[in-house]
């Protein structure tokens, strides 16, 4: 995932690229779909922005935080260190803030509308929406995954967050907020925030409560 996102972040930076191009193409033909029948039946312009304003960290970090408490409630009854949801979903958020933001201002990519970036102001890569939205809520459900005991449950349960995030991202692009790299490289990072969640959360909830 790292090593997608690197390649990613690097092609963001090279104007008329391979992957610009490819942006572009897909750019192209999700618009044309847009302004054509898809794009014309009821809804669905505001299925896209409902999607995409899931991205909101009005809407994703509140989630994730009471994800965070729950779990901790849940850990406490069952005599497990209940800090550590505590620890974990602001850390999930310091990493968020401290990596997206300043991509957006280093990398400064155009809008895919061709709207240019202003020095000193943020750019489009990558998606903040997108990586708000996976980062808090993949968190999120991770955090209570060791609390949901019915294995079918926690499948259902992942596979609606895999469709949720894939409708943000699809939301984005149908919007033209984003290119489609953008969003891949917010999952690409928020694959890697959950990996390294994961880790922390195992290990400390192996451990002996204090």
Known sequence: MLAVLGLLTWQALVPHGPVDRLDATLRDAVQSARDGGPGRLPGVETLAQLLSDIG???????????AAVAAAVLARRRRLRWWVPAVIA???????MGTVVPGKVLVARP?????????????WFPSGHTATASVCLGTGLLLLLPYILRPVLRRVLVGLLALVLLGVGAGLVWCNFHWVSDVVASWCLAGTVWWCAAVAQLRLLRRRPD
Not at 56 to 66: E, I, Q, R
């Open 56 to 66: 909101d960290t009005l809407v994703s970090v509140p989630l994730l935080l009471a």
């Open 90 to 96: 602001p850390a999930a958020l310091v990493v968020l």
């Open 111 to 123: 809008g895919p509308d061709g709207e240019r970036v202003v020095p000193g102001g943020w750019g």
